[in-house]
């Protein structure tokens, strides 16, 4: 959590979102790749389960977890769905983000949690979070950034 929390840092020093996501090996250590937020429609989560579809079969994804620092939107949960990820773990919840972008332009949130996404599927794909002991954490980032755009 804390190293996809370290991504999302070098996306806000690069001008975006403060988001950052890690795909997890079945090992449950091995990092096979990282991104962090590139614009509002190429969010970390899709865009990472984008370029995991095109690098790994869906068995091995099945085995995999996306790890967050923010609970993914229904872009992101849908296309970790089709990516074939088996896990999500994310740091804090939409409602956190929310209550820290408010009506803010560049985020309007959807009020639509990813276990409602996962559960309009077929797939079996496990989600752990928010994770109370790392949620102050992921959202320190956000506290000034959305105010200050």
């Not at 690069?14 to 790749?33: C, I, Q, S, Y």
């Not at 088996?86 to 639509?112: C, F, K, M």
């Amino acid at each position: 959590m804390r190293r996809a929390n370290a991504v999302a840092l070098r996306a806000m020093a690069m001008g975006r979102h403060p988001f950052g996501a890690l795909l997890v090996g079945p090992d449950d250590e091995t990092v096979l790749a990282e991104q962090g937020n590139i614009d509002t429609v190429n969010h970390a989560e899709s865009t990472l389960a984008r370029t995991a579809a095109d690098n790994w079969p869906g068995e091995y994804l099945a085995r995999c977890t996306l790890v967050t620092t923010f609970e993914p939107c229904a872009m992101c949960t849908g296309t970790i769905y089709w990516a074939n990820i088996g896990r999500i773990v994310y740091g804090a919840s939409e409602q956190a983000l929310l209550a820290l972008t408010g009506d803010h332009e560049e985020n309007p949130t959807l009020s639509l949690p990813c276990r409602e996404v996962i559960a309009r599927g077929q797939k079996a794909i496990e989600v752990v979070g928010p994770i109370q002991t790392m949620e102050a954490e992921m959202v320190e980032p956000h506290r000034h950034f959305w105010s200050e755009r």
